[in-house]
């Protein structure tokens, strides 16, 4: 208190800071916020990136579980089935762009081990691709154009497909199809991720009969 020239006791105002402790409790409790945020933020975001990829994998395990089943049965006629061990490719009545109701398209599963992802490519046939001409339609095909091409799966390891045959007395996988009568009738595809193993397995019934050139 002080007093003024009337008299009268006036009240001293004293503005009262933080110590040196208060500020230190501050921060600190800020800094734990900001890191219990941040790490459920990443918590957040790889959930839902790994949401997104078990979704796109499972897609793509069904498209192509599918499109095995509707093999086109030229297949084998122009020797257009490919069979190795980091290799599929066959010609499919099922398309990624055309769906179930555009015309057949030949497709390829090939691994790429630069970018550790497996590749999914197709492309249209051309009209006379039917007709019997081999030499031409497998020098056209060859060709690295023209294809459309999107990635089945992302951050692969390894990649191993493996082939059943069963025209022997006895069952036995092998790593490459050479069998120019008949397809696998069972394919499993391996893929290795993190120490990781998935198998996705392919069936198919072949269509007995034949069909018009171009279609």
């Given amino acids: 208190m002080t007093v003024n020239a009337a008299g009268r006791d006036v009240p001293i105002l004293r503005a009262r800071g933080f110590t040196l402790l208060e500020l230190l409790v501050v921060v600190s409790v800020s800094i734990v916020l900001v890191a219990m945020l941040a790490g459920l933020y990443r918590m957040v975001g790889r959930t839902a990136v790994t949401l997104a990829n078990a979704k796109g ?37 099922r398309s990624a762009r055309h769906g179930e109701n555009g015309p057949p398209v030949l497709v390829r599963y090939e691994y790429e081990p630069s970018r550790k992802r497996l590749v999914y490519r197709e492309r249209d046939l051309p009209p006379w691709w039917g007709e019997d001409a081999r030499l031409s339609l497998r020098q056209r095909l060859d060709a690295p154009d023209a294809w459309w091409e999107d990635t089945a799966f992302y951050q692969v390891d390894s990649v191993d497909f493996r082939y059943l045959d069963s025209i022997t007395n006895t069952l036995r996988w092998r790593e490459q199809w050479e069998d120019k009568t008949s397809l696998p009738p069972v394919i499993q595809l391996d893929i290795t991720r993190l120490g990781e193993r998935k198998a996705v397995v392919l069936e198919t019934e072949v269509l007995s009969f034949f069909m018009p050139s171009g279609y």
Avoid: M
Avoid at 63 to 92: E, I, W
């Fill in 57 to 93: 994998e499972w897609g793509a395990e069904q498209f192509l579980r599918r499109q095995y089943l509707v093999v086109h049965p030229a297949t084998l006629a122009l020797d257009l089935f490919r069979g190795h061990k980091d290799a599929l490719g066959f010609v499919s009545y």
